[in-house]
């Protein structure tokens, strides 16, 4: 087992100190926004090594691969395949969507021997590999997620049009007429489109509809009309504002967790959560943000269907395990809660199994508990983090003599 030290991106989106206050720890004095836990070599976290120093945990993993990931994941992925974060979004997050593992190679080729350097930011894909991901919430967390039904949006952009001006009213009609045509993915593309190809013409008609939302506390009635003002005090007149009344509002309470596929159009608004998605960087941006943006590409990788909020429920093992496995083979995400021990002859009563497939990170957020595997124990604290390589399984979760815990802990899918 190695400890872990990760780093924190300071994007400008972040809370000044949601993680901190999650960790114990003191806050930057930077936007907090992500905490990063795994060997995507753009942050990779430090491993304490026990007579040997640190290392970055891409290069103890490379040096002995089948040993740490374990034959057959070694074998499937030839790295970790996840990335396990703690995020924290004081103010939204892109209008972005991830591409499939067939587009991220096809486009992170295509850039290779025509595009800008691996580290431009004006590059489109960081990596050969897909993003697929999922958020658990630890607050309330607000996001926008998948395209609403064709005419719930149209409904929505027919009421901006009875309170806008004669330019806003006809920006608003047109998204209406697109929207209305039986055919959904082309009136879902072909509104998406619109929007975001006509920033600097429509950017009157997403202040006229903010004003006349903060006018008329009817209209905020709607959630999704109510999230307009907000948005757009972050980014003003951005056209994001109004792409995101496409997307559903999604309001998770803590404890809920949802997925995000390939071609998903989503965005987060606020809220902190552990974030766990395939070991990639591949991002595709709309709007809502300061950094590179292609729409012809985003246009090209959506997946323009009405999608339903993907909630993810979790699973209860007859291990006493809570699981969230969604639909990618990468990881699953576990949740470990024990109560703290009321006497020695109760403290082997909580012990709970850390589902491994091959590798592991856990992050304690409460409390404390003992990882207990046959090479050994470590008691990890609220702040800290773990690797567990396969070569160390099994690995189990015990109650502490003092206190409360609780854990979060991420392994690959079983291997078919």
Known sequence: MHRLRNTIRDYAWGSSGAISDLLGTSPSGLPEAEMWLGAHPSAP?????????????????????????????????GRLPFLMKVLAAAKPLSIQVHPSAAQAAEGFAAENLAGPALDSPQRNYKDGSHKPEMIYALTPFTALSGFRPPAESAALFSTLAEVLDE???????????????????????????????????????????????????????????????????????????????????????????????????????????????????????????????????????????????????????????????????????????????????????????????????????????????PHGDELLRRGDSLFIGANEAPAVARRSARASGRAFAVTPQPLA
Do not use: W
């Not at 995400?333 to 021990?341: D, T």
């Open 45 to 77: 976290s430090v491993a304490e090594v026990p007579g040997q120093g640190d290392t970055g945990l891409d290069q103890l993993i490379t040096a002995t691969p089948d040993a740490l990931l374990g034959t057959e994941v070694n074998a499937a992925y």
């Open 167 to 373: 330019q806003g009213a006809a920006a608003c009609l047109k998204i209406v007429t697109l929207l209305r045509n039986p055919d959904e993915a082309a009136a879902l593309s072909s509104s998406c489109a619109y929007l975001l190809s006509g920033s600097a013409e429509l950017s009157p008609t997403v202040i006229g509809a903010v004003a006349a939302i903060e006018a008329n506390p009817a209209l905020a009635e709607h959630g999704a009309l109510a999230e307009l003002p907000g948005i757009n005090g972050h980014y003003p007149g951005d056209v994001g504002v109004l792409v995101s009344l496409l997307l559903n509002l999604v309001e998770l309470e803590p404890g809920q967790a949802m997925y995000l596929d390939a071609g998903n159009m989503h965005a987060y608004l606020r809220g902190l959560g552990v974030e766990v998605m395939a070991n990639s960087d591949n991002v595709l941006r709309g709007g809502l943000t300061p950094k590179h943006i292609d729409v012809a590409e985003l246009l090209r990788i959506t997946e323009f269907r009405a999608l339903g909020v993907p909630l993810l429920e979790a699973t209860e093992t007859e291990y006493g395990q809570q699981l969230f496995v969604p639909p990618f083979a990468e990881f699953q995400l576990q949740h470990l809660e024990l109560g703290p021990a009321i006497d020695s002859t109760s403290m082997g009563d909580g012990d709970v199994a850390v589902a491994a497939n091959g590798p592991v990170i856990i992050l304690c957020t409460e409390g404390e508990l003992l990882i207990d595997t």
